[in-house]
């Protein structure tokens, strides 16, 4: 993985005006990368079960993020409806899932869809397997490299150690390196004109908005000017 990320931030910018090109032949690096994830976005719509313009995760996200900030406060509160010796172990497995997910959803918004599942008559086992990846790929959640190929979204938290840098091949480009977690590893590329801070080997950083892009099938972040880049470790100091 690493060879081959430094073959492909080998690819150098030859047509400016690149970004609005229907075939990826003759891209910038960074107008490429745009071009594989809209083509990836266009293939994941088009895969979606329900063939609809809002899947069932998407809407299952909205509806958890509108009760995390109390948007759902007017409607009838699903734990109500379980008896009392079932609403404990709803209580137990919520706090078990939103330690399985690192910013993203709060434990009320978690605590109420897995309520909803087991009061419209799943077993908790299997409300609390079906909810996972949901936790896990809500907007805000930290997600896990290893995770990226399977979270449909263009934008995603990150927090991982830099495992390597290398000397960038463009001039538009301010590092290129590699990330690495206990999932894996992902190619990182920063833009000069992100105006981000310089990132260090060993460093561990904390990101947020990062944007994914695809190249030759695997998935790679960059950081935008709409990216946020803290250090965790610096932080608690």
Same mark, same amino acid.
């Given at each position: 993985?690493? +060879?081959?990320?430094?073959?492909d931030?080998?690819?150098?910018?030859? #047509?400016?005006a690149?970004?609005?090109?229907e075939?990826?032949?003759?891209?910038?690096?960074?107008a490429?990368?745009k071009?594989?994830?809209?083509?990836a976005?266009?293939?994941?719509?088009? @895969?979606r079960?329900d063939?609809?313009?809002?899947?069932?995760?998407?809407?299952l $996200?909205?509806?958890?993020t !509108?009760a995390?900030?109390?948007?759902?406060?007017?409607?009838a !509160?699903?734990?109500? %409806?379980? !008896?009392? @010796?079932?609403?404990?172990e709803?209580?137990?497995?919520?706090?078990?899932?939103?330690?399985? $997910?690192?910013?993203?959803?709060?434990?009320e918004?978690?605590?109420?869809?897995?309520?909803?599942?087991?009061?419209?008559?799943?077993?908790?086992? !299997?409300?609390?397997?079906d909810?996972?990846?949901?936790?896990?790929?809500a907007?805000?959640? /930290?997600?896990?490299?290893?995770?990226?190929?399977?979270?449909?979204? %263009?934008?995603?938290?990150?927090?991982?150690?830099v495992?390597e840098?290398?000397?960038?091949?463009?001039?538009s480009?301010?590092? #290129?390196?590699?990330?690495?977690?206990? +999932?894996g590893? +992902? %190619?990182? +590329?920063?833009?000069?004109? =992100?105006?981000?801070?310089?990132?260090? @080997?060993?460093?561990?950083?904390?990101i947020?908005?990062?944007?994914?892009?695809?190249? %030759?099938?695997?998935?790679s972040?960059?950081?935008?000017?709409? =990216? /946020?880049v803290?250090?965790?470790?610096?932080?608690?100091?």
């Amino acid at each position: 993985m690493q +060879t081959q990320a430094k073959i492909d931030s080998d690819v150098r910018e030859r #047509v400016a005006a690149a970004d609005e090109q229907e075939r990826p032949h003759g891209m910038t690096l960074e107008a490429q990368e745009k071009w594989e994830a809209r083509q990836a976005e266009k293939r994941r719509t088009r @895969e979606r079960a329900d063939r609809s313009q809002a899947s069932r995760r998407e809407e299952l $996200c909205r509806a958890m993020t !509108d009760a995390k900030h109390g948007g759902l406060s007017s409607q009838a !509160d699903p734990r109500e %409806k379980l !008896d009392a @010796e079932t609403r404990p172990e709803v209580h137990k497995q919520a706090h078990r899932l939103e330690g399985k $997910c690192r910013g993203g959803l709060g434990f009320e918004a978690i605590e109420r869809e897995l309520a909803a599942r087991v009061a419209d008559g799943r077993s908790m086992q !299997d409300a609390v397997l079906d909810m996972v990846d949901d936790v896990q790929a809500a907007p805000g959640a /930290i997600v896990a490299l290893g995770k990226l190929e399977q979270v449909g979204r %263009k934008w995603v938290d990150v927090e991982a150690e830099v495992a390597e840098l290398w000397e960038p091949s463009s001039p538009s480009m301010q590092q #290129v390196g590699l990330l690495e977690d206990e +999932t894996g590893r +992902t %190619k990182l +590329t920063v833009w000069k004109r =992100s105006h981000q801070p310089i990132i260090a @080997e060993g460093q561990t950083v904390r990101i947020r908005d990062a944007a994914v892009s695809w190249y %030759k099938g695997r998935p790679s972040l960059a950081l935008t000017g709409r =990216s /946020i880049v803290t250090f965790p470790e610096r932080d608690a100091w």
